[in-house]
């Protein structure tokens, strides 16, 4: 139990271009997700928590126009990287809580972005 | 702050060793720690998981420590495979903490042939 998927699991794009990324609890309904972002050799960042049907809570330094975080339901939430470009280059990766058992945190598999 | 530091920050063993990750942390007020494994390209995959009244966990050839008045935590590989090459990070949960987790640098190991 408590798998959570991302798809795509890797992207290129062209920049400018937006890129949406889907994180889904599979098994479970999350009241929470988070969305974290991973450069190479280091550790994850947290970018922002979202709970179902409110507006996300972003990280200093996190741009909300840039980086659209939709949770519509309690099994589904979104990012949209908006007019990416290099630098957004990065490894995302979602985690999901149902609130039960030290709100334990279930990681998705990640999703490779990669702007050109 | 809340900080986890952890030690050491890469190491190699041989197929079959033995060995032991270090993480110091300063979350206060304390809730949880946990090890998580991540492949290269995969997201973290948890390991164990414990509170402050518990100081050893297993899983399987791993086996994590906790010392809640030293703030530190190890993670013990034991018979290393090929299959444990991975980066293992120590994440600290904090109360009240809104369920951010505060996560350590990793330990990338490398287990050679």
């Known amino acids: 139990g408590a798998v959570v998927s991302q798809h795509p699991s890797w992207v290129i794009c062209k920049s400018g271009t937006s890129v949406k990324i889907e994180c889904r609890s599979l098994?479970?309904?999350?009241?929470?997700m988070f969305w974290y972002r991973q450069f190479p050799k280091q550790s994850l960042m947290l970018m922002a928590t979202?709970?179902?049907?409110?507006?996300?809570?972003?990280e200093q330094g996190v741009e909300k126009d840039k980086f659209l975080i939709n949770h519509a339901s309690l099994t589904l939430s979104t990012l949209t990287v908006t007019s990416a470009h290099p630098e957004d280059s990065s490894f995302y990766i979602c985690?999901?809580?149902?609130?039960?058992?030290?709100?334990?945190?279930?990681f998705g598999p990640g999703t490779r972005l990669t702007v050109l | 702050k809340n900080q986890v530091e952890q030690s050491p920050q890469s190491l190699i063993i041989l197929e079959g060793k033995n060995c032991t990750l270090q993480?110091?942390?300063?979350?206060?007020?304390?809730?949880?720690l946990r090890w998580y494994k991540q492949d290269t390209g995969r997201g973290p995959v948890s390991l164990t998981i414990?509170?402050?009244?518990?100081n050893t966990k297993s899983n399987g050839r791993y086996t994590a420590t906790l010392d809640a008045d030293t703030k530190q935590s190890s993670l013990h590989i034991t018979a290393s495979q090929l299959s444990d090459s991975a980066s293992y990070i120590c994440?600290?949960?904090?109360?009240?903490?809104?369920?951010?987790?505060?996560f350590g640098g990793g330990t990338r190991v490398l287990v050679k042939p």
């Open positions: 979202s709970n179902e049907g409110s507006k996300a809570t972003y």
């Open positions: 985690s999901a809580t149902s609130g039960r058992a030290f709100n334990e945190q279930f």
């Open positions: 414990m509170t402050f009244s518990e």
């Open positions: 993480c110091n942390y300063t979350v206060s007020p304390f809730s949880n």
């Open positions: 994440v600290v949960s904090a109360i009240a903490a809104g369920n951010k987790l505060t």
């Open positions: 098994d479970f309904q999350a009241t929470t």
